[in-house]
Each structure stands twice: as structure tokens, then as C-alpha cells.
């Protein structure tokens, strides 16, 4: 999908756009929306968020989604789409964070 109409972001715009400011978040786009999960303020790790946030270019607007059973920093994220060629039925996408050595991994919606 290609939006021509939004303009590059710079770090400036980019903390005036998302609502909650952080660092150490994970990012991943999925079905044309853009997600910012978990992170951390000013990098302290007794400060780690649960947030999920999505935004959608369509109407250039952040909504909260449903948090994160578990505050997480440092993390990554992936986007993928599965589908069944037996059932001919498409996977619903989905966002997972990775989580650290030790931790249970928890997807988010």
C-alpha cells in the first residue's frame, strides 16, 4: 500500500504525533495501520508501558487498543498474514512481541 499524500516524519513531528512519548517501543504495520506497543520513558526500566497504540493514515488519528497483559521495553515486533490453502480462508493478522530470553510472548490485537 502506498500513501502518497503523508509527508516523511521527523523525530520533531513524530513526538507530537504519537500520544504516549517513549523509547525502546516496538513498531509494526498490519493491514494499512501502524502500531506502536510497549517501551519505556527516558529509557528507565521501572518506567516499562503496556500501551498499544494504532495509527491509521486514513484519518490521521492514534487510537488506544487493548494494552499488553505485561509492561515491556526493548522489544520487537513483526507483522505477517497466513493464509490456509486447504480451508481457502485468510488468517486474521496479528501482532506478537518478541519477548526476552526467559519471558512468554504475548499477542496483541
Known amino acids: 500500500m502506498v500513501n502518497k499524500g503523508l ?9 507530537r504525533l504519537v500520544p504516549t512519548a517513549r523509547d525502546h ?8 495501520r ?3 506497543v510497549g517501551g519505556r520513558i527516558d529509557g528507565d526500566y521501572s518506567r516499562n ?8 493514515p486514513a484519518s490521521n488519528r492514534w ?6 497483559p505485561t509492561a515491556r521495553s526493548g522489544i520487537a515486533a513483526a507483522s505477517s498474514i497466513v493464509s490456509s490453502r486447504r480451508s481457502g480462508r ?18 496483541i490485537r
Request: without cysteine; charged residues 25%; glycine residues 10%.
Open 7 to 15: 509527508k516523511p516524519v521527523t523525530r520533531a513531528s513524530a513526538a
Open 25 to 32: 517501543l516496538a513498531v509494526a504495520a498490519i493491514d494499512g
Open 34 to 36: 501502524l502500531y506502536a
Open 49 to 56: 508501558l503496556a500501551s498499544n497504540e494504532a495509527y491509521d
Open 63 to 68: 487510537e488506544q487498543r487493548a494494552p499488553m
Open 90 to 107: 485468510r488468517a486474521e493478522p496479528g501482532l506478537a512481541s518478541a519477548a526476552g530470553e526467559g519471558e512468554r510472548s504475548s499477542g
